[in-house]
């Protein structure tokens, strides 16, 4: 290898490695001197109440990503769980039960998300565009299109409450963060999934069974919908048919976003979360700067094709090294 193309592979690298956390950096530092109200803890709490679905949902993703798969039904599969979570809460039931409900929607739409790849062999992407499609069929169904009111100061609490004048959403994506980590890192079934999303043929040929981590993959993917949902509404004060589908396109970027932090192509928690910051982080910095909605959405698709590219770029070096 001629010495300029070592120096352009040794760039590329950097970048598919510490993209993200360089992007990061540099949108803080942009925002922190020409936007003075960027730099507070209130700012801070905010980002962190902006970014608590954002966080999960792409962490739902991540799960799904690791896998080889893509989930594009989570949005819709939020809506939904949100929804039957409000609605339970206005029947009367206690705002736990409605988590509950939420989880189980979630859990539900996940397992026959699975179930459908996993042991049928129709493609991800099919598979969840049409699953979405049901699951927000069923929220317009059930809510003939009218939003669910009556929810609780104890459901919106999730969303609006702190504790020892944190927010709860912060406790929120902390508690995800670890439980999720631990789970990919320290477990066996975490390992297997890592396993069984870079090699599947050689997965099974070792003896493991594939189809059932898919399942699993797909059931946990579907249940942080549920629980992203739960806090949609929350956040919203009422259940919204529509709130939940917005959402998609962020929670892709975000685990994208992941793999070009500190590991090259791979996805993983921290990258979720270290993406999800970056995202909100940036939406929160256009809006100090009155930016219209719309050219938000023009950075953030903008940012989503630079992760796919950093993530891919990374997945094939991992790729040519291991032959």
Not at 110 to 134: E, H, M
Not at 288 to 310: C, E, K, S
């Amino acid at each position: 290898m001629s010495n300029p193309e070592n120096k352009r592979h040794t760039v590329l690298r950097f970048f598919r490695k510490y993209g993200t956390l360089v992007a990061l950096g540099l949108t803080v530092l942009i925002f922190a001197l020409f936007a003075p109200r960027f730099v507070s803890l209130l700012n801070f709490f905010n980002i962190s109440r902006q970014i608590a679905v954002l966080f999960i949902l792409g962490v739902a993703q991540t799960y799904a990503l690791i896998d080889g798969e893509i989930d594009l039904s989570i949005g819709h599969v939020a809506g939904v769980a949100g929804i039957m979570a409000a609605g339970a809460q206005s029947a009367g039931a206690p705002t736990m039960v409605a988590l509950v409900v939420a989880l189980v929607m979630g859990l539900i739409f996940g397992i026959v998300n699975g179930i459908i790849i996993a042991k049928v062999r129709i493609n991800s992407l099919i598979t969840t565009i049409g699953i979405g499609q049901i699951a927000y069929g069923i929220t317009f169904l059930y809510t003939k299109g009218a939003p669910i009111t009556g929810l609780s100061d104890s459901f919106m609490f999730f969303a609006a409450g702190r504790l020892f004048g944190i927010p709860i959403p912060l406790y929120i994506i902390l508690a995800v963060f670890l439980i999720t980590d631990f789970h990919l890192r320290q477990t066996a079934s975490g390992r297997l999934l890592y396993a069984v999303g870079y090699n599947p043929e050689a997965s099974i040929m070792s003896g493991l069974k594939a189809e059932r981590i898919k399942i699993i993959s797909f059931a946990i993917t579907g249940l942080l919908a549920g629980f992203a949902g739960f806090i949609i509404m929350a956040r919203l004060g009422s259940g919204q048919p529509t709130a939940g589908p917005g959402y998609l396109g962020n929670a892709i970027a975000v685990g994208f976003l992941g793999a070009s932090v500190l590991r090259e192509g791979q996805f993983h928690t921290f990258g979720t979360l270290v993406g999800a910051i970056f995202v909100g982080v940036l939406v929160n910095g256009l809006t100090l700067f009155n930016v219209p909605y719309f050219y938000q959405y023009i950075a953030t698709g903008v940012v989503l094709l630079g992760a796919v590219m950093l993530a891919a770029a990374g997945k094939r070096e991992q790729m040519i090294k291991n032959l």
